[in-house]
Every structure is written in structure tokens, then in C-alpha cells.
């Protein structure tokens, strides 16, 4: 069984408890991954990867167009497998599990805004937002109590009712970030989650995410462009090229 002990780890920490208050917020590790390698066909997209995100952290990565940062994300977030590299999620490792125990893992404790939202067109916004809770099994009308809520918070309480096609890019975005955060999950995968959003509206949601690592002790890894939001992130991991830049 992988065991990981790093400066994250709560075997490290007990030692020293006398000086906790000096260290780290962080006391574990959430989600390793080691030597992620990626190809398509010809093209070398990820080439070794590795990173180590701890429990309630927000981490943001950043690079250019084509470094490799949504393949990696949808490797991370189990929606694409790895040609090799080893993935562990709270002590678990994912790159070995399949079928109907990986979809029911992911849907429980992983979610997953898209780049390019993914919103089911049939759906009204707020059945869009229910549809991981109803997966899941839990009661319809909790559901879509916190679905309002989450709608509400994002400033959608008046387009509950509308399609996406009745949305706008920016709605669409929210209504994908309300429908991630549905199920509590342990770890949010964002890809470009402001990238359709005015500067108002990008800071608002960078600010929600860390109130519910700080209510929740949500994990947040984001990929972003703007600069801005990246620095108000715990930390920034730089791709470029199909690895990750030394910090
Ligand atoms: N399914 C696929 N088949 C073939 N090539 C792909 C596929 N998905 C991505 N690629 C290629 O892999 C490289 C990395 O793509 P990726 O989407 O991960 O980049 P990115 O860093 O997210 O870029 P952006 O900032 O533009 O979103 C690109 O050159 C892309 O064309
Ligand atoms: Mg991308």
C-alpha cells in the first residue's frame, strides 16, 4: 500500500506538534502524480510529469497554448488514461481502477469543470447542476436544494430554468462550476473556469474557491491564463512543452 510521506505528511507532523503553528496549513498529501508520459500518435504531449498537491490547497498552472495543461488535468481528474505514470488520490492508486468503481470514485469525490463547459443542451441549468447528484443516488430534493444554492452563490438565480442554448458563454461557465461542486467533492479539477468571464466575475469565482477550501477543505487545482487570478492561488505550477517547470 503507498504510503506518502512527504513535508505534507501527518506522520511529520505529529512529531513536531509542539511547533505546528509554524508549520505548514497543509498537513496532506491529497493527490500525487509520478512520471505522467502522454502521446498522441506521433505527439509527445506529456513527458514525465509530477506534482504533489496537499489537502485544501488551490494550485493553479499555467503555460502556453499546447504545454499539455488540459491533457494533464483530464489524466489527473480520471476522464483520460496515461500511456504510463502512476496517479494516487488520498492514498489511492487511481491508475489501476476501471470500469464502474472508477466512474462511481470520480463522481463522489472528483469534479471537473471543462474548457469547454460540456453542459447537456436538453437540460435546464439547474437539472444540468443535479444530474452527478442524482447519479450519485442522494434524495432529489437535496439536491436540488444545493443546486439552487450553488446557483444562487453564482449569481444565476434567475437562469435556473434555461437551457444552455438560452445562456450565456459566461452563464454556461457558472452553471459547469455550480455542477462540479455539487457533490462536495474532495478535489476540483478547473480547466480555464474564468475564461469566459469578465474581471468581476473571474475574481468572484477564484474568491468562492478559496472560501470552500477554507469552509470545506475543497482541493483546487485550476488551469488559468490570467496572471491575476494565478497569483491569488497557494501556488503556481508553469507547464511548457509537456513538462512541468522546476519553481
Ligand atoms: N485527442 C487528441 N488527439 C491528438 N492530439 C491532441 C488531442 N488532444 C490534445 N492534442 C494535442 O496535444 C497538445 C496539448 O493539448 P492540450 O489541450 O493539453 O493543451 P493546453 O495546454 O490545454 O492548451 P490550451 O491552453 O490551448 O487549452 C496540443 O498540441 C494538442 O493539439
Ligand atoms: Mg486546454
Known amino acids: 500500500m503507498e504510503t506518502t510521506k512527504s513535508v505534507y505528511s501527518t506522520g511529520f507532523k505529529g512529531l513536531f506538534t509542539g511547533f505546528a503553528a509554524f508549520l505548514?496549513?497543509?498537513?496532506?498529501?491529497?493527490?500525487?502524480?509520478?512520471?505522467?508520459?502522454?502521446?498522441?500518435?506521433?505527439?509527445?504531449?506529456?513527458?514525465?510529469?509530477?506534482?504533489?498537491?496537499?489537502?485544501?490547497?488551490?494550485?493553479?498552472?499555467?503555460?502556453?497554448?499546447?504545454?499539455?495543461?488540459?491533457?494533464?488535468?483530464?489524466?489527473?481528474?480520471?476522464?483520460?488514461?496515461?500511456?504510463?505514470?502512476?496517479?494516487?488520490?488520498?492514498?489511492?492508486?487511481?491508475?489501476?481502477?476501471?470500469?464502474?468503481?472508477?466512474?462511481?470514485?470520480?463522481n463522489d469525490h472528483i469534479g471537473f469543470v471543462f474548457q469547454f463547459h460540456h453542459l447537456l443542451p436538453e437540460f435546464t441549468a439547474v437539472e444540468n447542476v443535479c444530474i452527478p447528484g442524482w447519479i450519485a443516488g442522494r434524495r432529489k430534493k437535496d439536491v436540488e436544494t444545493r443546486a439552487l444554492e450553488l446557483l444562487t452563490m453564482l449569481g444565476l438565480k434567475d437562469r435556473t430554468e434555461n437551457k444552455p442554448g438560452m445562456l450565456s458563454g459566461g452563464e454556461q461557465q457558472r452553471v459547469a462550476v455550480a455542477r462540479a461542486l455539487i457533490n462536495n467533492p474532495r478535489i476540483v479539477f478547473a480547466d480555464e473556469p474564468t475564461g469566459n468571464l469578465d474581471s468581476a466575475n473571474a475574481r468572484y469565482l477564484h474568491r468562492l474557491f478559496m472560501r470552500l477550501r477554507d469552509e470545506f477543505k475543497q482541493t483546487f487545482l485550476i488551469?488559468?491564463?490570467?496572471?491575476?487570478?494565478?497569483?491569488?492561488?497557494?501556488?503556481?505550477?508553469?507547464?511548457?512543452?509537456?513538462?512541468?517547470l522546476e519553481s
Open 24 to 106: 505548514p496549513q497543509i498537513d496532506f498529501c491529497m493527490l500525487i502524480a509520478r512520471n505522467i508520459v502522454k502521446a498522441y500518435g506521433d505527439l509527445q504531449v506529456l513527458k514525465g510529469v509530477g506534482l504533489e498537491i496537499g489537502e485544501g490547497e488551490v494550485v493553479s498552472i499555467v503555460g502556453s497554448s499546447g504545454a499539455g495543461k488540459s491533457t494533464l488535468l483530464h489524466i489527473l481528474g480520471t476522464l483520460d488514461t496515461p500511456d504510463a505514470g502512476e496517479i494516487i488520490f488520498d492514498g489511492k492508486p487511481l491508475h489501476t481502477m476501471r470500469g464502474s468503481t472508477l466512474a462511481k470514485f470520480r
Open 223 to 244: 488551469v488559468t491564463h490570467n496572471e491575476e487570478l494565478a497569483g491569488m492561488s497557494d501556488r503556481i505550477l508553469h507547464m511548457k512543452d509537456g513538462r512541468m
